[in-house]
């Protein structure tokens, strides 16, 4: 599904799709996403790929734990707290395990049945900055 929605360039480039994950000691949002390259996705199925401002997707996790997240329930709508019915993330868990991080998707209706209740994304972490624990010594 996800070869599908990327058109094929994950299969024959895996580095062209990419986020930022935004890490706090509360929780974590993914700040910035693309596909292949340069598309910014969004959870409104006639938007799919005019992903930017009000539009935009950014889930907000909280902490569990030093290597869980799950997601807060709240709108995925660029901040805006709208469509919150349609756009939540309850449910998602991001997982750091295996020097990288596996997101499992809950039921939010802006994701494809196919595609609920299952791990569909594995990242390899590249860091540009120093961890939290690292920056507290």
Known sequence: MFNFVTCGTITCCPGSAWGMLQVTEDGAKIVTNRICFCLAPSPIPCCMYCGFGPCSQVPIFKKVSDTVYE???????????????CCHNKGDKLEVKDGGITWHSGTSPAYPPCLQNKDVVKMTLKSGSPTIPEMER
Do not use: D, V, Y
């Open 71 to 85: 997601g807060t329930g709240e709108s995925m709508l660029g901040e805006t707290g709208m469509c919150t019915m």
